[in-house]
């Protein structure tokens, strides 16, 4: 499983959200997990079709996307989330 997040440093919901993302990193070591600055990685956020709503992050499962979390969500939602996967 592979996790792409991308955030940006002016973003109240993304720094909310990172202690929570940086907690299910220690939870879920086996996963790969790949950041991605909204502002700096361009080529990135158009490759992967990013929204104007941060933080966004996609789940993939065998190379192909399988959910997109998008905003502010509970630790324990995403918890949720991976674990259904």
Do not use: H
């Not at 973003?11 to 790969?32: A, D, F, R, T």
């Not at 490759?47 to 996609?58: A, F, H, Q, R, T």
Request: net charge neutral; aromatic share 10%; hydrophobic share 40%.
């Amino acid at each position: 499983m592979k996790i792409v997040k991308f955030s940006a440093m002016w973003c109240s919901g993304c720094l909310v959200m990172n202690p929570i993302w940086e907690k299910i990193k220690k939870i879920y070591p086996q996963i790969e997990f790949i950041n991605y600055d909204y502002d700096v990685d361009e080529d990135m956020k158009e490759k992967y079709k990013i929204g104007n709503i941060l933080p966004e992050v996609i789940i993939y499962k065998d190379d192909k996307e399988v959910t997109r979390i998008i905003g502010e969500k509970k630790q324990k939602e995403i918890i949720k989330i991976i674990d259904s996967l």
